[in-house]
């Protein structure tokens, strides 16, 4: 099973980024377990200075801007 975190204050771009990862995972029958981050210092400690950022298994994969379905998917086959 896959951790990915949605790093971001949950503007309208963090939201779009988890919802888009639900679904990519979903398609590809692929169990995550989807975390909203908001809390600045923890955003903080992966070193990211934009949102929405994106952590899969502890690795920032992402950062600043609504990532495609097809670079998400990408990130979902290679970590499972």
Sequence with gaps: MLNIKVLGGGCKKCR?????????AEALGVNVVLEKVEDFTEIASFGVMATPSVVVD??????GGVPSITLIEGWIRSAS
């Design 16 to 24: 779009i980024t988890a919802t888009n990862i639900s679904a990519a």
């Design 58 to 63: 502890g690795v920032v994969v992402h950062t």
